[in-house]
């Protein structure tokens, strides 16, 4: 266990926003963990469970307790002819996890290459890129109450997966803390190649390797992101929007162009980035803040930005989608003060 006291968050939050916290404190074994909950219920305290801060935004100093669970280590659990289980530790880093699997032929999560943040968040925010969502390999989620200290085995139905949501991000109370995440993969090549770039891509490579496809998507991110460790960002700062069927339809009457997906039969989802970009935002920069020349959903941070910064400019591009397009966009960064 460590443990700091006004620690200084600008390397663990992927904005790159510096913020003292009250107290840092790290664990390494779930056991560790445990005992302290035994002494200190974090629920009768100010904390926040810090992943790799890839999802965050600090407003300004943190005047409490930030938890980090660090426990690493991928163990295969079980094997059938089909599948493998792996039980991953929360605080290994998200790619390296994919790394492994690709390098094992495991299939499925190679779709969720270089997204920066660790595996302890994947369930909580059900990460998800071009056409995959971490629910699609998530088999169950181990995790300690913050209150009695005690492990409980979420089975897939019990982490109530949405649309980047979970049980485990709208537990109010906030009563558990990811432990370790077990995922099923695919022993035979299991192909998700229905994003459109990505079908374009291999529209000629009938049968792309594992090794392809995460080559792919790294080029694709890379293309239209930004690293973090150049410019500070949080990936998407907004959720996608979803709307009735009549909305959209009345939406398509104004924008012909307007990109939607149908995500049931009487909703759709619309492209939020396309929205701010529309509304004249993508390349917009104030001060030490920017929304992205590549990515109008990505806030940037140019340097020396604060939290509240980033925060007011987004607060204007919501009340801007909403005058013009009469959208609620909601924010997909968790806001912490
Ligand atoms: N678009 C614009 N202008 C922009 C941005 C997008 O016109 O500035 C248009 C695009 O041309 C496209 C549509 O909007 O027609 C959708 O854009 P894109 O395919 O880039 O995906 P996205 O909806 O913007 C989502 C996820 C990303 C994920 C990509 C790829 C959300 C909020 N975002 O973005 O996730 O990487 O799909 O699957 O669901 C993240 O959550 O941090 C994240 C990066």
Redesign the pocket.
């Given at each position: 266990m460590e443990q700091y006291f006004n620690f200084d968050i600008k390397k663990h939050n992927t904005f790159g926003i510096s913020a003292l916290a009250k107290e840092w404190i790290s664990f390494d074994d779930v056991k560790e963990l445990q005992q302290f909950i035994r002494k200190r219920p974090l629920t009768k305290e100010k904390h926040f469970v810090i992943g790799g801060g890839s999802n965050l935004l600090f407003i300004g100093d943190y005047d409490g307790a930030l938890i980090k669970a660090n426990f690493q280590g991928i163990e295969l659990l079980e094997e059938s002819e089909k599948y493998v289980y792996l039980k991953v530790g929360a605080g290994v880093i998200w790619d390296y996890f994919v790394d492994y699997c690709v390098k094992h032929n495991y299939w499925g999560a190679e779709n969720l290459s270089i997204i920066p943040g660790t595996v302890g968040a994947s369930p909580v925010q059900n990460?998800?890129?071009?056409?995959v969502e971490a629910q699609d390999i998530i088999f169950d989620v181990r995790a300690i109450n913050k209150e009695t200290s005690n492990e409980r085995i979420f089975s897939f139905d019990d982490c109530e997966f949405g649309y980047?949501n979970s049980f485990f991000k709208k537990d109010n109370k906030q009563e558990w803390i990811v432990t370790e995440v077990v995922y099923r993969l695919s022993k035979e090549a299991n192909r998700n190649l229905s994003?459109g770039p990505l079908k374009q891509l291999f529209a000629e490579v009938p049968e792309p390797s594992i090794k392809e496809i995460r080559e792919a998507i790294i080029k694709l991110?890379e293309s239209?992101?930004p690293d973090p460790k150049e410019i500070g960002n949080?990936?998407?700062f907004?959720?996608?929007p979803i709307i009735s069927i009549e909305e959209n339809n009345k939406l398509i009457q104004d924008y012909p162009q307007i990109?939607y997906y149908l995500v049931d039969i009487d909703k759709s989802k619309l492209?939020?980035?396309?929205l701010?970009?529309q509304a004249g935002w993508?390349g917009h920069e104030q001060g030490e803040v920017g929304v992205h020349q590549k990515?109008?959903?990505v806030l940037i941070n140019k340097g020396k930005a604060t939290g509240k910064e980033i925060f007011e400019l987004s607060e204007k591009i919501i009340a801007s989608i909403k005058k013009e397009f009469n959208i609620k966009l909601e924010k997909?960064v968790i806001i912490i003060d």
């Open positions: 990460i998800g890129a071009y056409g980047r994003y991110r239209k992101l949080a990936g998407s907004f959720k996608n990109p492209a939020a980035g396309w701010i970009d993508r990515q109008a959903l997909e």
